[in-house]
């Protein structure tokens, strides 16, 4: 019960500043798309991660024989850059995007690649396996969201599952079967975009204008930055986290 | 400590996303639920009313589900599994699929057949009539009810006749879907997955042990038993295997897992004659 106190607390908070920014913020919704790129670094040690013991299904140890499993709660490239971070644009007052990609949420040698997948509000994804193993997909988000926890088998050869979330919601998915399989579902409003190996990303199809650019690491939290967008030049926001 | 602040900043990410709000239901008090206090359900010909279940509640539910329906009542240090949180509109027993809101037939049921291995007994001392106003009220507890339907229950087909050729490919099912990886390959609930489930709300749960005479949760009719692995158990780590298992290899495993249960069964006589050995983990796909 405390902590659901705090959570209020620190949301009332966040509430005003979202609200001020979706004031603040002015959009000129014209044609002629711009985009926002730039690069999300770790300043600091990469924290060490620790390896996965699947030895209770022969099928996952075996898939990682020669090239061991590890967390991935932070993965920094070799240039620093680091991966798996959301980017979006959090003021963003347009309509969801009419985006026809079918983002996929593939479970393969018993892990979730991508470790994070992010989508638009309403957009189709698909769970998929390639795994000679049974999993179980089980997102949970919170049902107060409007978005309701489901979980379904997947076993050997299962068609996909295909599914959509109705709210804004950053949402861990688990396999029960496996309990180190740990993956998140970050799902926005509007364009985004999500960093690459080396920390790189492109959010493309931004209208020219002023945007609050927000950037989601599962360990590290969130940063902001803002930018002007316009059509023909990009506009840049690179971020640094601070190592802990 | 690097946890606290893990989850610290974890929260802050995750609020920062939201533009909504998540309702804090600890603010909630009771007038945050009258606006829904006209709640109805409908089970056959009767019509329960939310209002008239309010005295009843109080005096048989209250302390373990709470007065704010959250499962936080003065019971719940003391409760294992713990109360469900009617706030959140999730539930073990459905017959629609998961992920979606039970019927109102499936809340009643719920309420009579009571759950097995749980604090929560058979309320078969209430009327047809109260059980169907407890219904409405535990409905009330949660804006679900008012913005969502209630799934579409999954078709069951008629039961077939129990056969040694259904019994062998219930056992191919267990196998191919791999039951096993927590019930066990002799239903003992001790498979290689089974010490660390954790329902949706990170506390332990044991999966069900076929062999040691207790009943299904949600019931132990040939048909209930289909109805629990074809929807999954929402709020706990047993999935929905509809998309998996086909309707008539669905009573194919019906049978097979009375095969593994103590109690008798014509199913466990066969498959005692046949001398059904239980499935092997370690044979490659499609090869028992």
Known sequence: ?244 | MRTRLQTWSLLMGATAVLALPMTSSAQLTPADFEPRMNMESHIGNITGHAKDAKADYRRYCVSCHGELGDGNGESFPWVDPKPRDFQLGIFKCRSTPTGTLPTDQDLFDTIARGLDRSNMPQWSTFTKQERADLVAWVKHFSPRWVNEKPGTPITIPPEPEVTAERIKAGRDVYARVQCWKCHGVLGAANGPSAATLQDDLGRPIAAFNFTEGSRPKCGDADRDIYRIFMTGLDGTPMPSFADNIKPDEAWDMVFYLRTLMRQNSKAKEMAKQLGLKPVDPNAPAGQQ
């Open chain 1, 1 to 244: 019960m405390r902590n659901r106190f705090k959570y209020s607390a620190v949301l009332s908070a966040l509430v005003l500043v979202c609200c001020g920014a979706l004031i603040l913020g002015q959009h000129v919704n014209a044609a002629g798309e711009g985009k926002i790129t730039g690069t999300v670094k770790l300043d600091g040690a990469a924290p060490h991660m620790k390896g996965i013991d699947m030895s209770k299904d022969p099928y996952c140890s075996k898939a990682h024989e020669n090239s061991p499993a590890h967390l991935e709660t932070v993965v920094v490239g070799s240039n620093g850059g680091l991966q798996n971070v959301v980017l979006y644009i959090s003021d963003w007052s347009g309509t969801a995007q009419a985006s026809t990609a079918i983002p996929i949420f593939d479970q393969k040698n018993c892990m979730y690649t991508p470790h994070v997948l992010a989508m638009d509000v309403g957009q189709t994804f698909k769970v998929t396996t390639s795994d000679q193993t049974t999993h179980n997909i089980h997102p949970l988000p919170n049902p107060m969201t409007g978005n309701i926890p489901w979980n379904q088998s997947q076993p050997p050869g299962a068609a996909p599952v295909e599914k959509s979330w109705k709210a804004v919601e950053v949402i861990p998915v688990k396999c029960n079967i496996h309990p180190w399989m740990n993956g998140w579902y970050v799902v926005v409003k509007g364009p985004y975009a999500t960093t690459d190996a080396n920390g790189n990303y492109t959010i493309e199809n931004v209208p020219p204008g002023n945007y609050t650019v927000t950037a989601w690491q599962e360990t590290y939290g969130t940063q902001t930055a803002k930018v002007t967008a316009a059509a023909g030049k990009p506009a840049t926001a690179d971020f640094t986290f601070k190592a802990k």
